[in-house]
């Protein structure tokens, strides 16, 4: 079975420009999270799809970022205009349960210059 | 707010001893806790789950424990290896929500 997987690995923009990750989740997982990670912190929640329904968007910083997942597969974050701070590891989970094991992406590298 | 603490921040031990990681969090009010573990330049990969109803888990050499009401978690892991070296992090869910509170993670280094 495929896990979770994360396009692209690396990332490398300037600031002001538009970047866009995407995550496949396991086949058949309704439920799928971004959390990212920057420099020296600890990785933090950003929102939590049910389907193609956010159901806790608690975790976006600013309205720069945008999660969508039209048809409930895939999903895309989209930073537009990236600052210097977005820098750092976006990382996507997914899982079957609501309350159950989540599993993780190897992430997207993303650095804004 | 929930906040999840990781002591040590990194570990150096020889091959062939047990070990303790240790996880703490503020708020006891969790549904379950799960420790991951990170290869340099990986993703995260799930070790073990404790639901919140549960005191321990086992898996392979790996036992993790768990003490709601104190607010820590130790994960024991047995007859290390070199292969074992990685970041291990601890993560709770909140009762609130279905999201997770991570640490910073241990660095743990096994020497041959």
């Known amino acids: 079975e495929a896990g979770v997987t994360q396009f692209p690995s690396h990332s490398v923009i300037e600031k002001g420009q538009t970047v866009t990750l995407r995550c496949d989740p396991i086949?058949?997982?309704?439920?799928l999270y971004w959390y990212r990670r920057v420099m020296g912190k600890e990785i933090k929640f950003l929102l939590h799809f049910v389907k193609e329904s956010k159901q806790d968007e608690s975790g976006m910083p600013n309205n720069r970022f945008l999660a969508e997942r039209t048809g409930g597969t895939y999903s895309t974050l989209k930073v537009q205009p990236a600052e210097l701070e977005d820098s750092g590891v976006y990382f996507c989970?997914?899982?079957?349960?609501?309350?159950?094991?989540?599993?993780f992406g190897p992430g997207t590298r993303l650095l804004v210059l | 707010k929930q906040e999840v603490t990781q002591i040590p921040a990194a570990l150096s031990v020889p091959e062939g001893e047990n070990l303790v990681l240790n996880c703490s969090f503020t708020d006891s009010a969790i549904y379950n806790l799960q420790w991951f573990r990170q290869d340099p330049g990986k993703g995260l990969t799930s070790l073990l789950l404790i639901q919140s109803s549960q005191r321990e888990q086992t898996s392979g050499r790996l036992n993790a424990s768990l003490d709601k009401s104190s607010g820590r978690s130790t994960l024991y892991i047995a007859a290390s290896q070199p292969g074992d070296s990685a970041t291990y992090l601890c993560a709770v869910s909140p009762n609130t929500g279905n999201q997770f509170y991570f640490g910073t993670g241990t660095s743990l280094t096994v020497i041959p």
């Open positions: 086949s058949g997982h309704d439920n």
């Open positions: 989970a997914s899982s079957q349960a609501v309350w159950g094991t989540q599993y």
